[in-house]
């Protein structure tokens, strides 16, 4: 079994302004589990424990989405209740291509009958959990993200965490 999902990723660009995001959020922070540099995504569709005879299909899926490249900005910074502590992310007001792609991918797990955590898209970036400020910190924000392809990841265990590396077709043996 393979835990997987579907995710953007970011160009190093934007991925350098997001980790100095995270950085800015550990100097603000009593506490924080900060998210690997390694592993900064959007997830657009969880699919938890999947049969290692599947990622063939899954990748077939990825391809068969199409959508020209589009950029947004992660303008936000938010969080979610996390037991004592919190969530905190990154977010992006109205984004139409954003949310049309994720569409196009739901649609296309619902045709293939695939199985997903099918909850209320919330387009995000994870930089922490179990995190507890001292202050409120400034972010630099707006960070501009062009998007030019999704990507099947694997979750993986990293350093007591996880991260999301991108899966590779099953080669034929």
Known sequence: MRRVYYALTFDQEATNKIITNVNILKANALQIKPIPENS??????????VEESMIDELLEIRDEISFEPFSFNL??????????????????NQSEELYALQK??????????????????????TLSRKTVLKKEPKMLLPINCTITSLELLESIPYKETRIGIPVKKIANE
Not at 104 to 125: C, E, G, M, N
């Open 75 to 92: 303008d936000y910074l938010d969080s979610f209740p996390d037991r004592n502590s919190r969530l905190y992310y990154l977010g992006t």
């Open 104 to 125: 196009s991918l739901v649609k296309k797990l619902y045709q293939h009958k695939i199985a997903f955590h099918d909850r209320q898209f919330l387009p995000h970036v």
């Open 40 to 49: 900064i995504h959007m997830t657009m569709a969880f699919l938890g424990e």
